[in-house]
């Protein structure tokens, strides 16, 4: 039997009875706990109102919204349980921040759940180094950029050690590094068990990271399943107000240029080099190097190297060692390896699976990466 | 950072910031009263020094231009109405200087004069003490000061939320402010009056808007009803109430002692008197 983490039954909500059409309406989706899962829309399609009935902020007009197989219970202490397992980051962080300071907005979870002061400090420590803002902890929130901000909502929601997170529009105005951070950072809590759930009309986020999507249009569900049965046909992209992820796209072109089959559906550029690529051409190496408390030396003079995690980011922060690929370095040295160069990846030990798996793809797309320990 | 945020980062980076805020709204409240109880002139002359060497340890006198320009405000003020004071004298007592000026009677007595400069001496020493005051004691410290006098939660926790809200709607107060300069929104008296009032009306929109966001955004991280604090500043202490009373007692003291060591008018008229 599959595990739904949320279910809805015919969900129907409206903001006000004057709305000539509910703004969710009859909405059907159920989400898979521990599925990497982006909810898709245009403006408006009701992804935020979606995401407030998971945790019991709007309540269905009718229909019914279940958690972990129990329909919500509406009342004060149960609303309290179940926003300790749900941890929700609104888009414009400005609205989630409330406190005066960047810690104390942090503890402001974990104190209002009753957690010890001893266990509180603990859980700031944790989340402002998992959102590399250690430096910032005593600062007004005031006094912060936009994307400070952002990691500061972010570390707030980190703090209450959530079961679920969901996040809209978690890189909507900030920078492409910081967007890739939030990413890792994202792929860290997959790891370590959370569920993440990712609202979004960034379609190329979503294409690279969901394994599973649900898009709206206009309060309707019109598709849950893998993103590249959704994106292949292109009239229901298109009504929902989206575009085509640019490397769909171009297998596509390349498909139309070049011949060949479009399956398997590419979702990175180093997927799309390496089904481009001629056959018996040499691929590099990637060795991987765990890093747990200290950073260890390669002894690869001249071999690029990215680093992969916040505790491996943390580490050469502090052993003042600039790597090559600060951000995305799966995806780079995987662009190495296809260059037919070999390249150094540290990374944060508890991320080795995720990161084999990621590298293991490639056979898919008809090369071998080899990956040296 | 606006000029709105300037006096937040300062109370922050005070050096005063530690110390109780309790215990420094007591001890300043003290001085103004003691400022106010004593007629001696040199009185506010302690409490201008004791407000200045507070201002010096607590921020090396670093005001926002904004607040300063506010201060030269309060001394013009301050200054016309002094003046007002030493030419409305009792015409009971004798004149020092006595003339009619369109519709008004002028008559300066000796009185006073040194009533007015003994208002502009109190004024100008009580804003330096509630400067330092300012400066070194955020509006959410003051605020959990006011929760441990055991003021209602409702209050406290309102001015937090304004402190907070306050701040993003005077940034988007400042964006929609530069908007307008880029359409040519400030071109002469008559679209200034427009502008300026769209945005008023815009800024209230956004005010209950942001007002609906928030209530969300609170929910969604479990608001209990109540902003808990991790790091409470330090309480009221004994040491404060001594240093407290011991300074009021003193100046008291030394307002009686010294209360006819300065006669402005004997200084500014001599002989004439």
């Not at chain 1, 809590?189 to 979503?206: F, Q, Y």
């Not at chain 1, 979702?267 to 799309?272: E, F, G, L, M, Y």
């Amino acid at each position: 039997m599959t595990d739904y983490l949320f279910e809805t039954e015919n969900l129907t909500y409206s903001y006000s009875t004057r709305q000539p059409r509910p703004s969710l309406d009859s909405v059907n989706i159920r989400i898979r706990r521990g599925v990497r899962t982006a909810i898709l829309g245009a403006n408006g399609a009701g992804k935020s109102t979606l995401f407030y009935h998971f945790n019991g902020i709007f309540k269905p007009v009718s229909g019914t919204v279940k958690y972990a197989g129990k329909p919500l219970d509406y009342s004060r202490n149960a609303l309290s349980e179940l926003r300790n397992d749900i941890s929700v980051v609104v888009q414009n962080p400005d609205e989630q921040i409330f406190s005066a300071t960047v810690e104390e907005d942090i503890a402001f979870g974990p104190m209002s759940a009753g957690i010890d002061k001893e266990e509180t400090e603990r859980r700031i420590q944790d989340s402002l180094f998992k959102v590399g803002m250690e430096e910032y902890r005593s600062r007004p929130t005031i006094q912060l950029s936009y994307g400070q901000r952002k990691r500061v909502a972010f570390a707030g929601a980190l703090a209450i050690n959530p079961k679920v997170l969901v996040l809209d529009e978690p890189t909507a105005g900030l920078d492409p590094q910081m967007s890739q951070e939030v990413i890792e950072l994202v792929e860290q809590l997959c790891v370590s068990g959370t569920t993440v759930i990712i609202s979004t009309h960034d379609v190329d986020l979503a294409y690279a990271w969901a394994d599973e999507i649900h898009v709206l249009r206009e309060g309707n569900l019109i598709y849950s399943g893998e993103p590249e049965s959704f994106f292949a046909d292109y009239s229901a992209v298109a009504s929902a107000g989206l575009v085509l992820p640019h490397t769909f796209s171009i297998n596509n072109s390349v498909q139309g240029i070049c011949g060949g089959r479009a399956e398997p559906y590419p979702r990175t550029n180093s997927q799309i080099l390496c089904k481009m690529l001629p056959e018996g051409s040499r691929a590099g190496k990637i060795r991987m190097i765990p890093v747990t408390d200290s950073v260890p030396d390669s002894g690869d003079e001249g071999i690029s190297s990215g680093i992969y995690g916040s505790v491996t980011r943390r580490l050469f922060k502090l052993a003042g060692r600039e790597p090559d690929f600060h951000f995305n370095a799966i995806e780079y040295c995987l662009m190495e390896a296809i260059g037919g160069k070999d390249s150094v990846l540290y990374f944060d030990a508890p991320l080795k699976d995720r990161i084999l798996e990621i590298i293991g793809r490639m056979e898919a797309f008809g090369r071998k990466i080899e990956v040296v320990m | 950072m606006s000029e709105e945020t300037q006096m937040d980062t300062l109370a922050y980076s005070s050096r005063m910031l530690s110390w109780a805020p309790l215990g420094k709204f007591l001890f300043v409240i003290a001085i103004l009263i003691v400022n106010i109880v004593t007629s001696s002139m040199m009185v506010p002359f302690v409490t201008l020094a004791i407000g200045l060497s507070m201002m010096a340890s607590s921020t090396n006198f670093k005001i926002p231009f904004f607040v300063g320009l506010a201060l030269a405000e309060a001394i013009l003020i301050l200054a016309i109405g002094s003046g007002m004071i030493s030419i409305t004298g009792d015409k009971a007592d004798p004149a020092i200087w006595d003339t009619h000026l369109l519709w008004f009677d002028i008559y300066m007595t000796h009185e006073s004069f040194n009533k007015a400069w003994l208002v502009m001496f109190r004024g100008v020493a009580g804003m330096s003490v509630m400067i330092s005051f300012a400066t070194s004691t955020p509006i959410p410290h003051l605020s959990q000061a006011l929760k441990q006098i055991h003021m209602p939660r409702e209050v406290s926790e309102l001015i937090v939320l304004i402190y907070r809200y306050g701040f993003l709607l005077l940034e988007r107060m400042d964006a929609m402010w530069e908007a307008a300069h880029c359409r040519m929104g400030f071109n002469g008296f008559m679209n200034t009056m427009r502008t300026t009032a769209s945005i008023a009306v815009g800024i209230f929109t956004s005010s209950s808007n942001l007002a609906d966001k928030a209530q969300i955004a609170l929910d969604c991280r479990n608001y209990q009803g109540y902003f808990p604090i991790y790091n409470t500043p330090p309480r009221l202490g004994i040491k404060w109430i001594a240093v407290t009373v011991i300074a009021f007692v003193l100046i008291y003291l030394f307002g009686m002692y010294t209360e006819d060591w300065i006669d402005m008018a004997e200084l500014f008229f001599g002989g004439s008197l």
